[in-house]
């Protein structure tokens, strides 16, 4: 309802300008319910007096509908809500769709949403969990902003990594106990198993020529479809990403479609690539192998190409990447990737090769997120220094255990439910290009801007309604909104925009912030104004403000995934 009003605002601002305006020139004030800077724009062009503009443009609109006054002041044009006009049909809205309140329109489009893709070579980490937190979170805000979202994680189940586990399998390689130990409560998860396997053989691989020769003619084998070859490698993927689902499985995240990159090799898809590209303008050959020279685009690594395949004729994953994206565009009308900040150059690289040298029409955006730094460390699983979700998650619960006995606020069940939640919050409410410091301070309060506050915030929304256990006509509210109650329900009627705007700027931390915003109002709402003891019809205007406010947060918090409980 509130782009509706904001509709109207623009219409009346174009009636009297007599020409059209952009809605961004129709901002939120701390002085009124709407605001529009127009006039400067107008006077920066004529040379005017932006106040006596402003002045002048009032004096043409005429307010109607639910816009009670508009007023011109210091140049700015201001708008007034006439809130006993728009309780009724705002809260018969929200009533009414429940939890499709918020959606937008279907748009028939399809959106092709890669995320996560972690090498199937070790458990899943911390700093690479931010993808999956906001690939997910995309996924729901982009379906609720009309879009049919397909959700795709490629399986890198042929790549070097893997080859080298394969390998060190195959010649019995010990692992190292001492990392064992480290991860002694995980050690029989497929995941860790494979870590253990990968940490001791790139040891090897790094200190042993032959084994690295041996590890470089399995990758030739699987590439040339040797089926054995592929075999051995796609048990290690396989057993790795059994473990790894698990951890998504705790965290309720869902994928769509896994792609095996040994389809790609099975099926020529990779051989059709290189032969492709091999004979374009900008392929370069010598001894070390096939590559592309994109200095014209303004593209240029150290070596001066960008490598498709080694001089044995095996491609890299710049090969793969382009012949899995050629496939990906025929399922869709855009592409979105989520990747890490490291990942930004050969993204370029990637998008570069599709739309100038295969002419590919489909968009291809990319999402890239900086890191997360968790006690102090920069996560690496290739020096065997990894900070695990499954640790976190269970470091999570166990903190948030502590939390409810501490406050005495929930039973202990709830526990992974606010200790899950807490971890999503802390990560997705900043926005991806920002690096985050994760502190269980921070993440597991009660009284800041986390999860746990947000949660409480819809618990006690519900305990208010429980304890009610009143029937109400809407149309016999008292329709006399106190300051506090306007501020509220201004904010519950911009969830709209604010999942419109999360879903055209593909952050979900806009989100994440408008919900503690939501929150910190209703408590100052619940402070300052009684409802369950206020006089009938007041009383019934309040709780139904309450009901709203329980809607939209659970709403919103399904939008980045987390739980909405109902008691704590």
Known sequence: MFLEIKERVRELLEGALE??????????????????????????????????????????????????????????????????????????????????????????????????????????????????????????ILRFNGYDVETHYYVNDVGKQIAIIAQGFKDGIEQDESIIKDYEEYKDKGDFEVFFEYVAANKRFESDPDFAERVQRLIWSAENGDERALNEMANVAKRCLEGQMEIFEKLGIEFDFFDLESEYIKKGKVRSVLNFLKKSRYAEVDESGLGLNLKDFGLERRTGRSILARSDGTSVYLARDVAYHLEKSKLGDRMINVLGEDHKFEFLE??????????????????????VNFEGGELSTRRGLIAPVDRLIDEAVEKAEEEIRKRKIASRDMAPLIGIGAIKYHILKTTPSKPITFRWEDALSFDGDSAPYIQYAHARCCSILRKSKTKIEIEEIDRNLEDDEKRLLLKILKFREIVDKSGRELKPNIVANYLYELSSLFSKFYKECPVLYAERAIRDRRLLLVDASRQVIRNGLFLLGIEAPERM
């Open 19 to 140: 020409e059209p305006i952009a809605l961004d020139d129709i901002t939120d004030s701390s002085i009124a319910d709407l605001s529009s800077t127009i006039a400067f724009k107008i006077a920066k062009e004529q040379r005017k007096d932006p106040e006596i503009i402003a002045d002048g443009l009032v004096k043409r609109m005429r307010p109607r509908g639910f816009i009670k006054e508009i007023r011109a002041e210091r140049g700015y044009i201001n708008f007034f809500l006439d809130y006993s006009k728009l309780i009724v049909p705002a809260l018969k809205e929200i009533r009414l769709k429940k939890g499709d309140y918020g959606k937008l329109k279907t748009r028939n489009r399809k959106i092709i949403l890669e995320h996560t893709s972690i090498n199937p070579s070790g458990p899943v980490h911390i700093g690479r969990l931010r993808n999956s937190l906001i690939g997910d979170s995309l996924s729901r």
């Open 350 to 371: 990637l998008k570069t090769i599709l739309t100038e040298i295969y002419k590919l029409k489909i968009p291809l955006d990319a999402v890239h997120y900086s890191f």
